[in-house]
């Protein structure tokens, strides 16, 4: 293989998977002002939802548990600090979950993939 690649959050979500949860937070957020630290957290609410309903939509076709997606996007995926990070590529599955599935989610816009240059 001529590069390796790796899996890093994507931003922003280019498509609009609203969910009645996702759009009550949106819903609640004041309009035209900077953000505060409440904001910030609904925002968080927002991603989690999203994440949420992309996982179920992945575990359906993939029969990898939601909770397994889940938890690959929040550990895997965003540092201690918060921060995106990036998830190394294998063969047939990365940090412990399959490829098939990261594809999904990178059709879901949710993570994506960069090509690296082997040294």
Known sequence: ?????????????????MTPESQGVIDRLPPHRPLNPEDEGKLRQLGRAVIRTEAAAVAAQTGVKERTIRDWCEH?????????GQ???GAQESQGLS?????????????????????
């Open 1 to 17: 293989m001529p590069g390796a690649g790796a899996w890093t959050p994507w931003r922003p979500v280019k498509r609009d998977p």
């Open 76 to 84: 895997e995926l965003i540092t201690e600090q918060g921060n995106r």
């Open 99 to 119: 490829n098939d599935a990261i594809h999904l989610l990178q059709n879901a816009y949710l993570v994506r993939a960069e090509k690296r240059l082997e040294l």
């Open 87 to 89: 998830v190394l590529m």
